[in-house]
């Protein structure tokens, strides 16, 4: 379970975050909407502990999470850019990886799944956007850890990647996880989330079945819905 | 940490450019062994190259490993690792690889000459001593310029400029003050100027070593009236250990304080 409490973050003058309360209970799939800057990011790397808020308190599993990050052995992510040491292969990447986290890890049947096979001695900077992102993938889901955290997994995937990334969710799903994902592919959202939580100017607008979203747009689809909320609170 | 430490390490000794480090001093060891046929005159004119050299070095490596190496960190960010073990362990990786491509380079041609026969072997040990030093020294600093600029040609700027003001233009400020007001007694500011200088402190640090600090003229000299040769060593040595400590304690602040 995720708990945010009051969270305050801006960079410089810019306020990304006024006063973000939202509660994240056991299991399911919530995805995190929002226009672009609005906070989403923000928000997961502060769940993280990559990103220090001025204000406000995070908890996992009803502990607050502490700027040492050893918390983070109980959380996987997927960050929205691939950036990896461009000198390593892809191999050793993983390899170092699970040195690094110390714990049992699923590798080879992503590998698999992802057909990394033939690019496991390449070197990370000669891959494709695609393949640089499937990596990613590997690196998120190897662990078995109970909550997950994607931001962006669609991007670069071609769509036979972008089926086994679906079912590759709704598998970790089934083990009762909870898993966190942002998106700008409402089609994707809609297909996958139970919860939507809808971030509009540094706070939550919304939160809930894509089904009460629905009725409170009066939209029957979720691309409109969304839509419909920008151009209110435009107007 | 060790892990860390562990793959920057390896990750340095990969790459070409620590062989050419390595390269340089072996080629300039043995150059002034042959040149010089002396142990100890050698040792005098290696103190001149060291005190310059290695600081650039250790500027220039520490900046450029911290940038190239961002994805690196991004990624462990995201692991249950500690910040200040990510950004300790990464130092210690660069500034270590660089001491050892120091020693390596100038330890061989010197052992070969047959340095454990000579006199000399205390005043080379002292020279490793303050170049490694010196490079701890440095590339903390570049560390903290890194940590503080993400822009890579402003981190690259600083960090040269620092370098440039340390190495050359604090002299001669030092110098230019010094005849400016030649008719106060300038002891103590001379003292003092000198501690907030690493490079400055380093060469004091040999030269009294060497025991020629009559040839440094007048810091050297107030430096020895003051402490006598053998309390001036500590007191220059640690010194220096507190020109280590400090950015190093900075880059752990920092570190724990900044967004990725």
Redesign the interface.
Known sequence: MIKIENLHKK?GKNKILTGVDLEIPEKGIFAILGPNGSGKTTMI?SI?????PEKGKIFIDGKATH???????D?D?L?QIA?????LGVKELIK??K???GTKANEEELIQLFGLTPYLDKKLSNLSGGTKQKVNLV?AFMFDSPIIILDEPTSGLDPVAMLNLKRLIAKEKAKGKTILVTSHIMSFVEEISDEIVFLLEGKIYFKGTIQELREKTGEVDLEHAIANILTENNA | ML??LK?SFY?LI?SRWSYVYLAFYLLLGFVLLFLNNDLSKAVITLMNVIIILVPLIGTIFGVMYYYN????T??????????SSIFIGQYLGVALSLVMSLVLGLGIPFVLYGLFESSAIWDFSLLLVTGAMLTLIFTALAFNIALYNENKIKGFSYAILLWLFLAVIYDGLFLLSLIIFETYPLDKFTLIATVFNPIDLSRILILLKLDISALLGYTGAIFNQFFGTSLGLMSALGMLTLWVILPVWNIKRKA?????
């Open positions: 960079y790397k993280l502990g990559m990103v220090v700027p040492n990050g050893l918390y983070r052995k959380l992510y960050p950036n990896f040491p461009g000198n170092m990886i040195d690094l986290r690196l | 892990k860390i793959y990750d990969r190496s961002k994805e690196f991004e990624l462990l960010l995201a692991q249950p690792i500690k910040r724990q304080k900044k967004d990725f």
